[in-house]
C-alpha cells in the first residue's frame, strides 16, 4: 500500500514525507522542481529522504494528465495507491500578480488531475492543501470554518478556493473522501525562500533593510511546521465519513475543511523582534504601505481541528525562531 504525496520536494512536503516513512508508510513522491525558487534547495531537501526504506521519488508535472498517469500506474499496480496528501500547488500571494497562469495550470488543472485520480483509484482518503489567504479581507476574527469565503484579494487565494469548490463536487458525485486544510503562516527549517521569514533572516545577516508592508501594522497566526505535520497526518488518518452528516465546513458528502494555524496571531513586529533576538543582530527597517493582495491580520479558530483531529499546536514564536535560525545559518553558510 502507498501514500501518494505530492510537492514532495516542498517545505511542508519534506516534512510530511519525514513523518509519514518514520511510522512505516511507504511513499510515492511527486514533484516538478519547478525554478519558482532555487530548486538547490528542493533537492537537498530531497536529499534528506533518500535511501529511507519505503521511499522513492519521481520528477513529473501533476498538471500534466499523461505524465501524471505514467508516473503512477505502475505503482497502482506493484503497491496500490490508497491514499493521497496533496500539497502540490503555486504558492505566492505576490507572484499571482505577475504569472496568474502558473496558478491556474498548477492550483486548477494539477489539482483536478489528483481528484480525477483519487477518483478511479478509489483511494480510501485524500488530504489537500487548502490556505488561510480564502478568508481574504475578513475582518471578523478569528476565521472560522462558518465564514463566508467568496470575496478573495489575490489570484492564489481565488485558486485555493477553487480547489475546495472541486473537491466537494468530487465528494458529492463520485462520493470520494476528503479533507481540504487551511494552512496559516507555516514557518519552520527548509522552509521556503520567499516567505517573510527566510527574507527578513537574510537581509538582517547580510545588513541590508527589511520591509515592513502596512508600517508594520500586521499579525499573523504563525504556525511551526513540526504542528502543521502533526494536524495533517491527524487528518489523514481519520477521512470524512458518507454518512450524511454535516462535516466542517458545511458539506453533507465526504468531504471535511480544517484550519491548521496557531491559534494565536503575533504581531509583525513581534516577529522582527524575536528574530533579532535569535541572530543577534537589529534589523534596519524599512516601512511601506500595504501590498495589494495581503491582507491585515490571519487568526485560526481551530475548534474542529482540536476536536476531531486532537490538533493541539504547542510551539511558540519564542521556541520555534531559535530553531528556524540555527537551520537557517547552517543552510546560508553551505550556500554561500
Not at 513529473?60 to 505514467?70: I, K, M, N, R, S
Not at 466537494?168 to 517573510?196: I, K, N, Q
Amino acid at each position: 500500500m502507498t501514500i501518494l504525496l505530492t510537492g514532495a520536494a516542498g517545505f511542508i512536503g519534506l516534512h510530511v514525507a519525514r513523518a509519514l516513512l518514520a511510522r512505516g508508510e511507504a511513499v510515492l513522491g511527486l514533484d516538478n522542481l519547478n525554478p519558482y525558487y532555487d530548486p538547490a534547495l528542493k533537492q537537498a531537501r530531497l536529499a534528506q529522504l533518500a535511501g529511507t526504506p519505503g521511499w522513492r521519488f519521481v520528477h513529473v508535472d501533476f498538471a500534466d494528465a499523461a505524465a501524471l498517469a505514467a508516473a503512477t500506474d505502475g505503482e497502482r499496480v506493484t503497491r496500490p495507491i490508497t491514499r493521497i496528501v496533496h500539497l502540490g500547488a503555486q504558492a505566492g500571494v505576490r507572484y499571482s500578480l505577475e504569472n496568474p497562469a502558473a496558478y491556474a495550470q498548477s492550483n486548477l488543472v494539477g489539482h483536478l488531475n489528483l481528484l480525477e485520480l483519487a477518483r478511479h483509484a478509489r483511494v480510501a482518503h485524500m488530504v489537500y492543501a487548502s490556505s488561510s489567504s480564502v478568508y481574504g479581507g475578513n475582518t471578523k476574527l478569528p476565521f472560522a470554518l462558518s465564514d463566508r469565503v467568496d470575496s478573495p484579494v489575490s489570484l492564489y487565494a481565488a485558486t485555493k478556493k477553487s480547489g475546495e469548490l472541486l473537491a466537494e463536487s468530487y465528494a458529492h458525485l463520485f462520493r470520494t473522501p476528503l479533507t481540504g486544510l487551511r494552512f496559516f503562516t507555516v514557518y519552520g527549517p527548509w522552509g521556503r525562500p520567499d516567505m517573510a521569514l527566510w527574507q527578513f533572516a537574510d537581509a538582517i545577516l547580510a545588513g541590508r533593510p527589511i520591509r515592513l508592508f502596512n508600517h508594520g501594522d500586521m499579525s499573523r497566526d504563525f504556525t511551526f511546521i513540526d504542528d502543521i505535520t502533526t494536524g495533517v497526518l491527524a487528518a489523514l488518518d481519520r477521512p470524512p465519513a458518507d454518512d450524511g452528516s454535516e462535516k466542517p465546513g458545511g458539506s453533507r458528502s465526504p468531504h471535511a475543511l480544517y484550519n491548521l494555524g496557531n491559534s494565536r496571531p503575533e504581531p509583525l513586529l513581534t516577529l522582527v523582534a524575536t528574530l533579532e533576538d535569535a541572530l543577534g543582530v537589529k534589523a534596519i527597517r524599512q516601512l511601506h504601505p500595504m501590498q495589494p493582495g495581503d491582507v491585515h491580520a490571519t487568526f485560526a479558530d481551530i475548534a474542529e481541528a482540536a476536536r476531531d483531529l486532537g490538533f493541539a499546536p504547542t510551539t511558540s514564536l519564542a521556541e520555534g525562531i531559535p530553531r528556524f535560525t540555527s537551520w537557517f545559518r547552517q543552510w546560508r553558510d553551505r550556500s554561500a
